[in-house]
């Protein structure tokens, strides 16, 4: 069966570019290992955080700036077309530091960040957030970093992409890339062959594993862990120390994260990387020692050498890439539909690309 594009990958990312795709008229199938939505997608705490964890390179910035601007747009029309509120939260973003050397490069980098907010004494940021240790060094306060509810996102997208006459098929692999003379023609899966003028790699950490590229894509898993806490006084703020996160959502409920881990594609939760997320969390925000522990998650990023994305051409004709966004997959989801969906039909996308090549690395 021939079809117009074929989007491999149900994340967030690919759900995504599906959307894009279908809104510019094509027939779009999306080929998924899994459930939509599962994976990585479903564990992200979903934060639009363009400066953190600092420093983010100006590159990437550049990337994440846009799309964030994006959010709003992309979440009404995601209600429009699905009926299902993403859960955009507008607060801001607490960034906290635990000792005067942290506090310093926080005053370092607010010159830099527009509209932050540096806060110097306990009463400020308790007045904020009371349940803030007073035993911090500082604060900067981030009116324009945001989250959303990923899991929320990714319901929306699956619906809007379903209503867009997108077709989805579960339980298919994705092994090899079927090229002739320097075009790739479709797939081949567990299922056989999928054919389409258009294929878009959007496979998460799997993105690496498909055959048929002069080199494979460097794109490797992240392990991420995660834990859903409940405490006794719901959160108003997004709270990122150095080493973890805190992120409220509307249920009361608080995501503490995340863990940093190269451990393959083991998608096990262990006792040293949640232990280490509580105890890290209560210094931050010592009742939090009293929460109901409610969810634990895991999820692989798909991560690069580089931490930029591999975004557009790969050098074969028939073939874009929209892999490897690592720890910004929710924030890009925008900016890489868009860009996907600009190419395939052959217009400007609405940013540079260059700075994300997938041929950055020599391979392709």
């Not at 801001?92 to 806060?119: V, Y």
């Not at 940021?125 to 929320?152: C, K, Q, T, Y």
């Not at 790739?184 to 294929?199: C, D, K, M, P, S």
Request: net charge neutral; proline share 8%.
């Amino acid at each position: 069966m021939t079809t117009d594009a074929l989007v491999i990958g149900a994340g967030v990312t690919g759900l995504a570019v599906a959307r894009g795709l279908a809104r510019r008229g094509l027939a779009v199938e999306i080929l998924t290992r899994d459930m939509p939505g599962s994976g990585a997608s479903r564990a992200s705490a979903g934060m639009l955080e363009v400066h953190f964890p600092a420093p983010v390179p100006p590159a990437l910035s550049a990337l994440c700036q846009p799309s964030r601007a994006m959010y709003g747009d992309f979440a009404r029309a995601l209600r429009d077309e699905s009926g299902v509120d993403i859960e955009l939260d507008l607060e801001g973003t607490l960034t906290l530091a635990t000792d005067p050397r942290e506090f310093s490069s926080l005053q370092e980098q607010s010159p830099g960040i527009t509209g932050s907010r540096l806060l110097g004494d306990s009463k400020s940021w308790i007045s904020m957030e009371p349940g803030l240790s007073p035993e911090l060094a500082g604060a900067m306060f981030l009116p324009d970093d945001h989250h959303v509810n990923p899991r929320r996102l990714c319901e929306a997208l699956l619906i809007s992409c379903e209503r867009a006459g997108v077709k989805i098929s579960r339980g298919i692999s994705v092994t090899r890339y079927l090229a002739r003379d320097g075009r790739v023609l479709g797939v081949e899966t567990n299922a056989g062959r999928f054919q389409a003028g258009l294929t878009v790699n959007a496979a998460g950490a799997w993105a690496g594993g498909i055959a048929g590229l002069p080199a494979p894509l460097p794109v490797r898993p992240v392990r991420g862990q995660i834990i859903s806490l409940r405490p006794a006084t719901p959160l108003r703020y997004v709270l990122h120390g150095p080493s973890i996160y805190l992120v409220p959502r509307r249920d009361g409920t608080i995501l503490l994260g995340a863990t940093v881990e190269e451990a393959g594609f083991d998608e096990s939760a262990t006792a040293g990387g949640i232990s280490g997320l509580i105890n890290e969390g209560i210094r931050l925000l010592p009742g939090l020692r009293n929460a109901v522990l409610e969810e634990v998650r895991v999820g692989l990023r798909p991560g690069t050498p580089d931490t930029f994305p591999l975004l557009g051409e790969s050098g074969l004709r028939g073939l874009l890439l929209a892999a490897g966004p690592y720890r910004k997959g929710i924030l890009l989801a925008p900016v890489i539909s868009e860009s996907i969906a600009a190419l395939a039909n052959g217009e400007t996308p609405p940013v540079p690309l260059a700075s994300y090549s997938p041929n950055r690395f020599g391979g392709a």
